[in-house]
């Protein structure tokens, strides 16, 4: 009987060991169930904690550290490691006195930053390219790239460049900057949090009122339906067209880059939706990432309403140094040309992202340099339609570059919606794929609500008695358990 007892223990104990360690082929994500259980835990122990800043801190910094190992391994103590030296050189800028000195202790932060980037995420795209160019026998160096590098890898240069320019202090401790630098949230996906906006929150220490930990709630669970129910059923059509587009009509080729259109906003403004929802619980602001962008009439317009963290980072740390608007109408398009392409770089390593990027920037090119005629046509319901509907299409068109495998599957699935389309075939389509089509017309209409329309049901939620929003929630669990795929799929973003 005893020994009985001792092998189930063991046996549980080795299970819930191994749910602990990492597994490569099982990161943590926002949407798995063993999140959820540990955010359930975490959160009672932050609240008491919340009374001393120095363990709160400290028990948020190891809970992060633990998130990230789960998610990339031991890469954890690579972030460790960043956040040391950049703590350690914006603390030598602050103090040195000569600029020139100051200047030279930013760029060799900045390059270090770059440089760890650079060998995780380009090398082997270099040693490519190289290898075509010389005709070699490229062998492929055995990389595994860290989840999430290049946000947090990004938020850093941001911290050390605004020290240079005198816009922030340096964080008084290095625990502090850490907390910063690994804020679970928005650690693996974004979105890219600023320092003079994050840091100033730490200070304070502000518990979360009722009515943020109600509206996180909701945003978390928004989240987790664009992500977990909508993003990951209709991925399940869309990666059949992309994976094999040969053998797909234009009809059903038109409805894999509609849907991919859809899939890449609802999973990434999902993951955002939930890092926002779980800081707001915790009592930090993270800022709006995403702005109904497909409501653009125009790419400048997309681009204040996509990914808008990344976005302003790029117009701040980018362009505006490359001399922005300041130095003549070709010096301004060659600055946003080469922002996107910079843009473009960072999203992968490949050089279908370069021309996503590159496409983007002739696109902003085009648009900036037509302002003047376009300032001449009337602004009535009609023309904003043409606007917009070519701003959209031609945002598709580019996602195709960014999903396809290549840029000739890119130019088969193209060339099959224009050549190869029969408006017969749609019917057929919507009566194969109902679940699919109706969710699809769920998703666009959704995005066309007015934003205080979607403010006020949070509104709505946020004043709720408690039983309601239990039934809110039920009910999206059961939905998402209802359309789930058979894996919990990675967010598309972890792969930068």
Same mark, same amino acid.
């Given at each position: 009987m005893l020994l009985s007892i001792l092998d189930t223990l063991t046996t549980a104990f080795n299970s819930i060991w191994g749910m602990m360690k990492y597994?490569?082929?099982?990161?943590m994500?926002?949407?798995?169930?063993?999140?959820?259980?540990?955010?359930?835990?975490?959160?009672?122990?932050?609240a008491l904690l919340k009374r001393s800043r120095w363990k709160m801190v400290l028990f948020v910094?190891?809970?992060?550290?633990?998130?990230y190992y789960k998610s990339s391994g031991l890469f954890f103590?690579?972030?460790?490691?960043?956040?040391?030296?950049?703590?350690?050189?914006?603390?030598?800028?602050?103090?040195?006195k000569y600029n020139s000195a100051r200047l030279c202790v930013m760029w060799l932060s900045i390059l270090i930053s770059l440089s760890i980037l650079g060998y995780f995420k380009y090398a082997n795209f270099f040693l490519w390219n190289w290898n075509q160019m010389v005709e070699g026998n490229f062998q492929p160096l055995d990389v595994i790239l860290p989840v999430g590098i290049s946000f947090y890898t990004f938020q850093s240069i941001s911290y050390v460049v605004d020290v240079y320019k005198k816009r922030i202090s340096p964080s008084r401790n290095w625990l502090d900057y850490l907390f910063f630098l690994s804020f679970f949230p928005a650690l693996v996906a974004g979105p890219i949090v600023r320092a003079d906006y994050f840091l100033p929150q730490l200070e304070k220490n502000r518990r979360?009122?009722?009515?943020?930990?109600?509206?996180?709630?909701?945003?978390?669970?928004?989240?987790?339906?664009?992500?977990?129910?909508?993003?990951?059923?209709?991925?399940?059509?869309?990666?059949?067209?992309?994976?094999?587009?040969?053998?797909?009509?234009?009809?059903?080729?038109?409805?894999?880059?509609?849907?991919?259109?859809? !899939?890449?906003?609802?999973?990434?403004?999902?993951?955002?939706?939930?890092?926002?929802?779980?800081?707001?619980?915790?009592?930090?602001?993270?800022g709006i990432n995403f702005d109904s962008p497909y409501q653009s009439c125009n790419l400048t317009e997309f681009w204040r309403r996509w990914h808008i963290s990344l976005s302003s980072w790029l117009r701040?740390?980018?362009?505006?140094?490359?001399?922005?608007?300041?130095?003549?109408?070709?010096?301004t398009y060659l600055n946003n040309f080469l922002t996107m392409l910079i843009g473009g770089l960072w999203h992968g390593a490949a050089w279908k992202f370069v021309f996503w990027g590159a496409m983007h920037g002739v696109g902003l090119i085009i648009h900036k340099a037509s302002k003047p005629w376009l300032s001449r046509i009337p602004d009535n319901f009609l023309t904003k339609f043409i606007f917009w509907a070519i701003t959209f299409i031609y945002v598709s068109l580019l996602w195709v570059f960014f999903r396809a495998a290549s840029f000739s599957?890119?130019?088969?699935?193209?060339?099959?919606?224009?050549?190869?389309?029969?408006?017969? !075939?749609?019917? !057929?389509?919507?009566?194969?794929?109902?679940?699919?089509?109706?969710?699809?017309?769920?998703?666009?209409?959704?995005?066309?609500?007015?934003?205080?329309?979607?403010?006020?049901?949070?509104v709505l939620f946020v004043k709720m008695n408690w039983g309601l929003?239990?039934?809110?929630?039920?009910?999206?669990? !059961?939905?998402?358990?209802?359309?789930?795929?058979?894996?919990?799929?990675?967010?598309?973003?972890?792969q930068f």
């Open positions: 597994d490569p082929k099982a990161p994500l926002f949407s798995s169930g063993l999140f959820w259980i540990l955010f359930i835990l975490f959160l009672p122990v932050y910094v190891c809970f992060s550290l633990y998130f103590l690579m972030l460790i490691g960043t956040s040391l030296i950049d703590w350690s050189l914006s603390h030598l800028i602050y103090k040195l979360a009122s009722t009515e943020e930990i109600w509206g996180g709630l909701w945003l978390i669970i928004v989240g987790v339906i664009k992500k977990a129910l909508i993003a990951d059923y209709i991925s399940q059509y869309n990666d059949l067209i992309f994976d094999e587009p040969t053998i797909y009509t234009g009809v059903q080729a038109l409805m894999g880059v509609l849907g991919y259109t859809m !899939q890449i906003y609802c999973d990434f403004s999902g993951y955002s939706d939930m890092a926002i929802g779980l800081a707001l619980m915790m009592g930090f602001k993270l701040d740390y980018v362009y505006i140094p490359l001399g922005g608007n300041r130095k003549g109408v070709v010096r599957d890119s130019l088969l699935i193209i060339k099959n919606i224009f050549i190869d389309f029969n408006w017969n !075939q749609l019917p !057929q389509f919507c009566m194969a794929r109902p679940a699919w089509c109706i969710m699809m017309a769920a998703l666009i209409i959704f995005h066309f609500v007015p934003q205080k329309w979607a403010d006020g049901v949070q929003k239990l039934i809110v929630f039920l009910i999206s669990v !059961q939905l998402v358990i209802e359309f789930m795929s058979e894996e919990v799929a990675p967010f598309i973003y972890f």
